[in-house]
């Protein structure tokens, strides 16, 4: 007499499941490091189509003088909308939106960098913090670990520009709040100088760490007469005349 045929073993349902399972993580891996770069990308270059129609071109054969006196206030919109864009000249982009809080739904998930709302405004005394991916979702701040002391960081308003130099970094634990004080470090301290602190997770796809950068209020122009001298010099000569 013929032995029955015998259904799938234990272990064969658990090759199914496991080759599932790798299926649907793979899928999952291909949409959180690939589409979700495709997709704020695209939302991020809209977002600054539109600014650049709102604003006007800003006049790039011309270099704006600096500018004496207090830097010119930013108006601030409300909670996740765009206000401004960075530029980083060292990044391997050419700018990207700022907008206000650090959502991660409603900003830095499709719009670029956030301002911390609490922290400083563009040229005030304090600290003006901004925070942004090193990873996915556009990943504006993917290079952050570039910038050296000296490098230029150019926050673009309607009115203005506003050039910080780059002064130092080190990584920190996510809950180190003190490194965006006014006085970056030290919660008790009055601020006597503007500032400006970058935030983004560290190490690379991962966010068990931070990595920091901290810079220096340099000067401001006008954006009616041009661009800053730190965008028109290009990587190398921002960093002294390197090849």
């Excluded at 990044?91 to 650090?102: I, S, T």
């Excluded at 780059?166 to 920190?172: G, I, L, P």
């Excluded at 965006?180 to 997770?201: F, H, W």
Aim: charged content about 20%; hydrophobic content about 40%.
């Amino acid at each position: 007499m013929r032995a029955a045929r015998r259904g799938p073993g234990v272990l064969g349902v658990l090759g199914e499941l496991l080759l599932t399972a790798g299926v649907l993580l793979g899928l999952f891996l291909v949409w959180q490091l690939w589409w979700t770069d495709v997709m704020a990308g695209r939302e991020q270059a809209g977002i600054l189509d539109g600014l650049e129609q709102d604003w006007g071109a800003a006049d790039e054969q011309r270099i704006a003088p600096r500018q004496e006196g207090p830097p010119l206030v930013p108006e601030i919109p409300g909670e996740s909308m765009v206000w401004g864009t960075m530029h980083v000249p060292v990044f391997d982009r050419e700018r990207f939106p700022l907008a206000e809080g650090v959502s991660l739904e409603r900003v830095l998930n499709v719009k670029g960098a956030g301002h911390y709302p609490e922290t400083a405004l563009p040229g005030q005394v304090g600290n003006f913090s901004v925070a942004g991916h090193r990873n996915t979702y556009g990943r504006v701040l993917e290079d952050i670990a570039d910038l050296e002391a000296g490098d230029a960081i150019v926050v673009e308003t309607d009115e203005a520009f506003y050039v910080y130099e780059t002064t130092e970094s080190h990584v920190v634990d996510p809950g180190a709040v003190e490194v965006i004080a006014p006085v970056p470090g030290d919660s008790e301290a009055e601020p006597s100088q503007a500032m400006l602190t970058l935030t983004a997770c560290h190490p690379m796809y991962s966010a068990r760490e931070r990595y920091i950068v901290h810079a220096e209020f340099a000067y401001w122009t006008e954006r009616a007469d041009g661009i800053p001298e730190a965008l028109a010099t290009g990587t190398a000569a921002a960093r002294g005349g390197e090849s």
